[in-house]
């Protein structure tokens, strides 16, 4: 069974960098694609972004000029930066494992394992 | 960009009830929709993908039907633990990965 578990501190100074890892246990990270996903308290989702084990990334084109999302497959970990955070980013972070397959002939996406998620307050 | 919109925004029901909340995306997005299910301090879990697709280990009172701008996800026969928050999300077009407001569906 995949298991997901975010770490990183709780709190952030405002105009500094939101830095979170989320560590995979139970299967590999190779051969998926990996993501980050966020929500301020009492209110919906938003996709930040997500990274393929090789490498390769795609942001939320709101949070491009902030964000970074980095992979270490020999520790099974991916990670996500935002740069000057505001009060505004203080949401709890989940990471997720983005799976896919072909089904009525197309190729179809879906966020299947979660982590916890860690709560990230923006403040001085 | 792709907007997301779901209604109601909340849902009183009872036990044994039979429900339906819609999505509604502001273009085509064939069957690029998925359904999850958020209780309060838990992450989201996964119900429906690809609009009408079980997801493993879901009970079969979820349904997911729809395709193009309208999708719906209907609960046949409400359990006390359906009493939760469900969201729709797109993986079709910009913005990735957009996600519906929610419908909180209460006791």
């Known amino acids: 069974q995949v298991q997901l578990q975010e770490s990183g501190p709780g709190l952030v100074k405002p105009s500094e960098t939101l830095s979170l890892t989320c560590t995979v246990s139970g299967g590999s990270i190779s051969s998926y694609y990996w993501s980050w996903i966020r929500q301020p308290p009492g209110k919906g989702l938003e996709w930040i972004g997500y990274i393929y084990y090789s490498g390769s990334t795609n942001y939320n084109p709101s949070l491009k000029s902030r964000v970074t999302v980095s992979v270490d497959t020999s520790k099974n970990q991916f990670s996500l930066r935002l740069s000057s955070v505001t009060a505004a980013d203080t949401a709890v972070y989940y990471c997720?494992?983005?799976?896919?397959?072909?089904?009525?002939?197309?190729?179809?996406?879906?966020?299947?394992?979660w982590g916890q998620g860690t709560l990230v307050t923006v403040s001085s | 960009d792709i907007q997301m919109t779901q209604s109601p925004s909340s849902l009183s029901a009872s036990v044994g009830d039979r429900v339906t909340i819609t999505c509604r995306a502001s273009q085509s997005i064939s069957t690029y929709l998925n359904w999850y299910q958020q209780k309060p301090g838990k992450a989201p879990k996964l119900l429906i993908y690809a609009a009408s697709n079980l997801q493993s280990g879901v009970p079969s009172r979820f349904s997911g039907s729809g395709s193009g701008t309208d999708f719906t996800l209907t609960i046949s026969g409400l359990q006390p633990e359906d009493f939760a928050t469900y969201y729709c999300?797109?993986?079709?077009?910009?913005?990735?990965?957009?996600f519906g407001q929610g419908t909180k569906l209460e006791i």
């Open positions: 997720a494992r983005l799976s896919g397959l072909y089904t009525s002939g197309s190729y179809q996406t879906y966020f299947d394992y």
């Open positions: 999300q797109q993986s079709h077009s910009t913005p990735l990965y957009a």
